[in-house]
């Protein structure tokens, strides 16, 4: 079991510029999640998937961002039209089931100049 | 609507002293609680959870954690903290799938 990885780890990139990152979960897991998380906050939900239906959405995603995980394994997460305010940790984590412990990866450090 | 509230933001111990940090939740049903540490640069990492049954867990690192379903509360204790506890702690509920997360308390031990 090797956990929760994302890649990149940290993004520079510049306004309106588009970002994608990966998540993969740990295998047997069926649930993923995505969560953003700010300097001095909790992580807040963003969207989860079961398996590679995308069950729901926060209204956190505006349409610029777009999640997927096209055969039930990894998942990206992209951004377009990047805004500073896009600046943030953004963390995947995974789960077996329904309310169980999520486990989390180290997250990806999104810094938009 | 469900939250999560850790009343303290910043808590500063000596190492050696005991630790209890604090979480309340607003939520209408027996929650799912957990505990979550994070270290700088890292991901979050699970200390603890309550799902039911003894309303005093046990953790990892030595930690533990108290429901109280009067109080709405799930604080997390430690009876002797090391200078590597410190870190960023985060309460979480989970409601539908999905967690939500208190604001975090920072701790900084004291050599």
């Known amino acids: 079991d090797t956990g929760v990885s994302q890649d990149p780890r940290h993004k520079i990139t510049k306004r309106g510029q588009n970002v994608t990152f990966r998540c993969d979960p740990i295998?047997?897991?069926?649930?993923l999640y995505w969560y953003r998380q700010t300097l001095g906050q909790g992580p807040e939900f963003l969207t989860y998937?079961?398996?590679?239906?995308?069950?729901?959405k926060s209204r956190l995603l505006s349409d610029r961002f777009s999640a997927e995980r096209p055969k039930g394994s990894f998942s990206t997460l992209e951004i377009q039209r990047t805004e500073q305010g896009d600046s943030a940790m953004y963390l995947c984590?995974?789960?077996?089931?329904?309310?169980?412990?999520?486990?989390f990866g180290p997250g990806t450090r999104l810094t938009v100049l | 609507a469900q939250s999560v509230t850790q009343p303290d933001i910043h808590i500063t111990v000596s190492e050696g002293a005991s630790l209890e940090l604090r979480c309340n939740y607003s939520y209408g049903a027996t929650p799912y609680l957990f505990w979550y540490v994070q270290s700088p640069g890292q991901g979050l990492q699970l200390l603890l959870k309550y799902f039911s049954g003894d309303t005093l867990v046990q953790g990892i690192k030595g930690f533990e954690a108290e429901f109280k379903r009067s109080q709405s509360s799930f604080n997390l204790r430690k009876p002797s903290v090391h200078w590597s506890d410190a870190a960023e702690y985060f309460c979480?509920?989970?409601?539908?799938?999905?967690?939500?997360f208190g604001s975090g308390t920072k701790l900084n031990v004291k050599p």
């Open positions: 998937f079961q398996n590679e239906a995308q069950l729901e």
């Open positions: 984590a995974s789960s077996l089931v329904s309310g169980d412990t999520q486990y």
């Open positions: 295998s047997e897991h069926n649930r």
């Open positions: 979480a509920v989970v409601n539908f799938n999905k967690f939500y």
